[in-house]
């Protein structure tokens, strides 16, 4: 026991020391105040990762998502029905068939380069859109379907500038639309497949030019084997480097791709 109690005495003299005098203590008031101060409430800390969606305009958020959504939808479709993509495309498939070639260049070189063109050709199309739509509706100035209707305006013009009378007559009469008495009363209903309509002969119409001078040289390098006697050798042999020859001495590419882009100034 005295064993113990000596053992215990360091600890009680520390308790000892540590209790206030009964006599001067000080009010629990007057003593500072250890409690360490309350964090800030979780809901009022901002995370600097957190991705937050709101609406563009005056439009809501669950309206903006949807309306993104369907434009991404209908990008292919805007592409090929209200931009020059498909007449471009269509020439440079003819081209590759007139020069005897299958698959060089290939289809996502082709189809890369056409991109590259009607993104070049629509820039200023673009331009007015952004101006004129995009930036009231991020500004909040107008709604959504305001913004679309406006947007519509500039690449109607566009498509009104290469369609043919011809086509605009066909799908008016198929719309069963009243005769429209100038270009400002066709609905985009009707412009837009007429519109593709006219690419499409275009584009086919500049792909038989194409393939004129090149039919020439089959027919030549054809009679020339065959009046010799050298009938198991096929002719487009001897016609595909000639024909690659002739494309790489005039600079095919930069002719070509000059006629398409002045046939649209």
């Given at each position: 026991m005295l064993t113990m109690f000596v053992m215990m005495g360091p600890w009680l003299g520390v308790a000892k020391a540590h209790q206030p005098p009964s006599g001067g203590a000080?009010?629990?008031?007057?003593?500072?105040?250890?409690?360490p101060a309350m964090p800030p409430s979780p809901a009022t800390q901002t995370d600097p990762n957190e991705i937050r969606i709101t609406g563009i305009g005056k439009g809501s958020t669950s309206w903006s998502i949807v309306v993104l959504l369907t434009l991404l939808t209908l990008i292919p479709s805007l592409l090929?029905?209200?931009?020059?993509?498909?007449?471009?495309?269509?020439?440079?498939?003819?081209?590759?068939?007139?020069?005897?070639?299958?698959t060089?260049?290939?289809?996502?070189?082709?189809i890369g380069l056409a991109l590259v063109l009607t993104f070049f050709l629509m820039q200023p199309v673009g331009a007015t859109i952004y101006q004129t739509s995009?930036?009231?509706?991020?500004?909040?100035?107008?709604s959504a379907m305001d913004a679309l209707a406006r947007g519509t305006v500039p690449v109607r013009k566009f498509?009104?500038?290469?369609?043919?009378e011809k086509d605009v007559a066909l799908f008016v009469e198929?719309?069963?639309?009243?005769?429209?008495?100038?270009?400002?009363?066709?609905?985009?209903?009707?412009?837009?497949?007429?519109?593709?309509?006219?690419?499409?002969?275009?584009?086919?119409?500049?792909?038989?030019?194409?393939f004129l001078p090149f039919l020439v040289i089959d027919m030549v390098v054809a009679s020339i084997t065959t009046s010799v006697g050298m009938l198991q050798l096929p002719p487009?042999?001897?016609?595909?480097?000639?024909?690659?020859l002739l494309f790489v001495m005039v600079d095919g590419w930069n002719l070509v791709?000059?006629?398409?882009?002045?046939?649209?100034?």
């Open positions: 000080e009010p629990l008031a007057s003593q500072p105040s250890t409690v090929l029905c209200m931009t020059p993509f498909a007449r471009l495309l269509i020439v440079f498939h003819f081209l590759r068939q007139a020069l005897g070639l299958q060089t260049p290939t289809n996502q070189t082709l995009v930036l009231p509706l991020q500004e909040g100035h107008i498509m009104l500038h290469f369609v043919r198929l719309s069963k639309e009243p005769r429209p008495r100038n270009t400002d009363d066709l609905s985009l209903r009707v412009v837009a497949p007429a519109y593709v309509l006219s690419e499409l002969r275009m584009g086919f119409q500049i792909g038989t030019v194409l487009v042999v001897i016609s595909t480097p000639l024909k690659l791709i000059g006629s398409l882009m002045r046939s649209f100034s």
